[in-house]
């Protein structure tokens, strides 16, 4: 619902398009093989149609998606097909998780490079990916004169933001999926303290 919520403001009262400098309206571009092929070069998308139409593709498949599973979770035994004996609280979190994690990523990605959905005007120029103890972003024109986010671009404070909260809901992730296996971490714990408590009885 907000993905068609977005391409119809979009649509009737418009969005600002970094081009022209100003608000328009903008259509959307519901072109099934664009959206295809940009599944892999969305970071370059340069259409605010294209934008649209990707929005308006998601409303689709997620709206579909939502009332077939609360369809089939309804209609007929609750079989392991739906989820019965496998999809446990911990898997659920995980799953949930996992997608959040990667679409923070994701966005970090866009919000870093992109310039038609994360304009110029508004956040500053594109940023150079860096690696260091773990990857992150640094601006690449000089705003040491800037107030905001220390001295960094919006562009920057944003994306080193998604990237790191994406970072750690994958590591969430991870956690709950080994709980959701059976995996109890209390035996590690426990185990460690077996062993200290065994490294007092050979010192005694």
Not at 128 to 143: E, H, N, Q, R
Not at 154 to 160: K, V
Not at 164 to 171: D, I, M, N, T, V
């Amino acid at each position: 619902m907000a993905c068609i919520w977005f391409v119809e403001w979009a649509r009737i009262h418009g969005i600002y398009d970094p081009v022209l400098g100003a608000v328009r309206q903008v259509e959307y571009n519901l072109n099934l093989t664009n959206i295809w092929n940009h599944q892999f070069d969305f970071l370059a998308i340069d259409s605010l149609e294209d934008v649209m139409g990707g929005h308006a593709f998601l409303a689709f498949v997620e709206i579909t998606g939502g009332a077939f599973h609360i369809a089939t979770k309804q209609v007929g035994e609750y079989t392991e097909f739906k989820g019965k004996n496998i999809l446990s609280a911990e898997a659920v979190l995980s799953w949930s998780l996992a997608g959040i994690g990667w679409m923070a990523i994701i966005a970090a990605f866009w919000c870093a490079t992109n310039t038609t959905v994360y304009p110029e005007a508004w956040y500053g120029e594109t940023l150079a990916l860096k690696f260091g103890i773990s990857p992150y972003w640094i601006d690449t024109v000089d705003v040491s004169d800037s107030t905001a986010f220390a001295g960094h671009t919006t562009r920057a404070a944003l994306t080193n933001v998604h990237y790191y909260f994406g970072f750690f809901f994958l590591q969430g992730h991870l956690w709950h999926a080994i709980r959701a296996l059976g995996f109890d971490f209390r035996r590690v714990t426990n185990a460690i303290a077996s062993l200290d408590t065994a490294k007092v009885t050979l010192n005694s």
